[in-house]
């Protein structure tokens, strides 16, 4: 598990909460990225502040095949449970007492392989998509300065921007550890690309634009991913859960 706060739930069997301090036996140290830390921190990128420590953190390791992010209040499981959200169509709700069931951690497993992605949300286009909630121009340059650094090519910034379904929070399900991890090398060269180049400080929900176009390659990376593989995205298509008292999901600052 990943982010800035601990659950409030006892987490599951087999799980760790990765964290620069460990407090319990249970924790997993993570190394610090100080190049991430001084340029993309937390308060601009979210979670995957937290994802490139990780990257740093295992690479040179032997790892397992596969690797399962969770967030302290999001997962992905392979069969409806919960209730559905009353304002966000691709998610389900689940209080606190429900969510911290050592049952879940079965439920979390692929259906088959090593894939386990969250709900899909149809869209006329990502671009489209982005530029309904955020400035579009942020989307384009960062897509502009990731070609720039060789991280993606033209064409790949032109099927993210066109692809009609996304995955809302990609990070949070369960990949195949090298595949992920490369994702994430991809990723991180496209955010400090924009972040030295195009990218506009913002205020309140807006500055994390760097976040916001990292959510919506990450997305596209892997379900190009799952189309070679499967040549589709339903054997491993899972049903993203929030954790929540209500049914209506509350956007976190």
């Keep these: 598990m990943i982010g800035h706060r601990r659950p409030d739930f006892e987490l599951w069997p087999g799980h760790q909460f990765a964290c620069f301090e460990r407090e319990s036996e249970n924790d997993f140290k993570l190394d610090k990225d100080e190049e991430c830390e001084e340029l993309l921190p937390d308060r601009l990128i979210g979670e995957y502040y937290f994802l490139f420590c990780l990257l740093k953190t295992l ?18 499981v392979n069969q409806a449970i919960g209730t559905p959200s009353s304002n966000s169509p691709h998610a389900r709700t689940l209080p606190a007492v429900q969510a911290g069931k050592a049952s879940i951690a079965h439920l979390m497993k692929p259906k088959t392989g090593d894939w386990l992605v969250g709900s899909l949300l149809s869209t006329k286009s990502v671009m489209a998509q982005y530029a309904r909630h955020h400035p579009l121009r942020d989307w384009l340059r960062f897509l502009a300065d990731a070609i720039d650094s ?31 991890l490369t994702h994430l090398k991809i990723l991180r060269l496209a955010a400090l690309s924009f972040r030295h180049h195009g990218f506009i400080a913002r205020d309140e929900y807006q500055r994390r634009a760097i ?30 859960i929030v954790v929540s008292e209500t049914k209506r999901i509350v956007a976190t600052a």
């Design 211 to 240: 976040g916001f176009c990292l959510e919506r390659l990450h997305s596209f990376l892997i379900l190009r991913a799952l189309f070679r593989i499967f040549n589709g995205s339903q054997d491993s298509a899972g049903i993203q």
């Design 150 to 180: 060789g991280a993606i090519d033209q064409a790949t910034a032109l099927e993210a921007s066109l692809a009609s379904q996304m995955i809302p929070a990609p990070s949070v399900g369960t990949f195949p550890t090298a595949v992920f």
């Design 59 to 76: 690479e040179g390791q032997q790892l397992p095949p596969r690797i399962c992010i969770t967030q302290y209040r999001r997962f992905v």
